[in-house]
């Protein structure tokens, strides 16, 4: 663990430790540190209990968070995705069609013009644009389907 935290930061990424003991190195070699101190588990030996769960609950929200950020999620939809194999071409007309309203066929035939890229789909169907303007859109506005929809 401390050795792939090394290498994260030589490579000049960011490093979050998470830990469940207030000594673990690493939350203190991190960058950002962070100790869910949780107490002694209930039974002792078990680490998949209090620790566990703590930890599976802080990443869940630290990932969700991070998504949002970087503009993946629009509205409670997650947008920004690969479709590349059959259920998630699905999933990507199912989202396109939760955030536009529009219809299965409608969804289908924008996504299938931008490569299933949904973020582009969605400004495209709610702008009523082209599927080049939309993209230049979301460019502009740094990947925000939000953003470019104000625009």
Request: charged fraction near 20%; hydrophobic fraction near 50%; include cysteine.
């Amino acid at each position: 663990m401390l050795g792939a935290l090394r290498a994260a930061r030589a490579a000049g990424a960011l490093t979050v430790g998470f830990a469940n003991n207030v000594d673990a190195p690493v939350a203190g070699e991190a960058e950002i540190g962070v100790t869910l101190d949780t107490g002694s588990e209930i039974i002792s030996g078990s680490t998949r209990l209090k620790a566990g769960t703590s930890q599976k609950i802080a990443l869940n929200t630290f990932s969700s968070a991070l998504m949002v950020r970087l503009n993946k999620v629009h509205g409670n939809l997650m947008v920004d995705l690969k479709a590349t194999n059959a259920k998630l071409v699905l999933r990507a007309v199912r989202l396109t069609m939760l955030a536009t309203g529009a219809t299965d066929s409608a969804a289908r035939a924008v996504l299938e013009q931008c490569d299933f890229h949904v973020k582009v789909a969605i400004v495209a169907l709610t702008k009523k644009t082209s599927i080049d303007q939309a993209g230049r859109l979301l460019e502009s506005a740094r990947g925000s389907v939000r953003k470019a929809l104000a625009s």
